[in-house]
């Protein structure tokens, strides 16, 4: 939940007592006309701890399922755009600027 949370929901912001909320896409009380979303809230060792224990299943997913060539030759290939995810552009029609934000360095 945590995972799915963090990864798929939206960031509303810490809560009084600093944990992080997120929205998700569950719903209760779906009776017309109306739903509530809820929110989910983690605390930052909570986040934590979830990513190790994360991190430490990969390598025994990998072994059992056998999937460490796959994962080797996927390691080799560096990261790209997915086609899809391009706009098709026309010929000759410049590429646009990306925004100012993106080109700030920590």
């Given amino acids: 939940s945590c995972r799915n949370a963090v990864t798929h929901g939206v960031l509303m912001?810490?809560?009084k007592d600093k944990r992080?909320?997120?929205l998700t896409n569950k719903t209760v009380g779906t009776e017309?006309?109306?739903a509530f979303q809820i929110v989910e809230s983690y605390s930052q060792k909570d986040i934590e701890i979830y990513a190790a224990v994360a991190e430490g299943a990969i390598p025994l997913l990998e072994k059992n399922l056998r999937l460490q060539p796959l994962r080797a030759e996927r390691l080799a290939r560096p990261l790209s755009p997915h086609r899809k995810?391009?706009?098709q552009r026309?010929?000759?029609e410049e590429q646009?600027?990306?925004p100012r934000s993106s080109q700030r360095k920590p």
């Fill in 96 to 98: 646009p600027r990306q």
């Fill in 20 to 22: 992080y909320a997120f």
């Fill in 90 to 92: 026309a010929k000759g």
């Fill in 85 to 87: 995810g391009r706009r």
């Fill in 32 to 34: 017309i006309p109306s």
């Fill in 13 to 15: 912001g810490r809560s």
